[in-house]
């Protein structure tokens, strides 16, 4: 799904990040975005401050993120509290998951 869709950079929880990663061979990347609430400037989760760096410069990253999670429940105000982008993004769900993404 993320290949087909162009997914190259996408923030979530921490374990969903870095296994995404991980499994991607880094062809994917993210960034946690971590605390309560759970869309927070606190990005002390991250391991990897390039992986930072590179969603910071990203237009339209992609949010991954349990089903049902808080995440997924209040994406729209999470995001928008933050300022992160969000206007436009398109909700599915893929198994256990939900991917938020901006259609290209």
Known sequence: FLGAHDIHAFYGDYWTCYRLAFEADER??????????????????????????????????AYIYLANSPQDRNFNAYT?????????????????YVVYYYPA
Do not use: F, S
């Open 80 to 96: 928008a509290a933050q300022g992160l982008p969000h206007i436009g993004y398109q909700r599915v769900v893929i198994g256990d």
């Open 28 to 61: 994917a990347i993210c960034a946690v975005r971590g605390g309560d609430p759970p869309h927070t400037r606190d990005l002390t989760a991250n391991r990897y401050v390039p992986y930072m760096q590179t969603l910071a410069h990203t237009a339209h990253p």
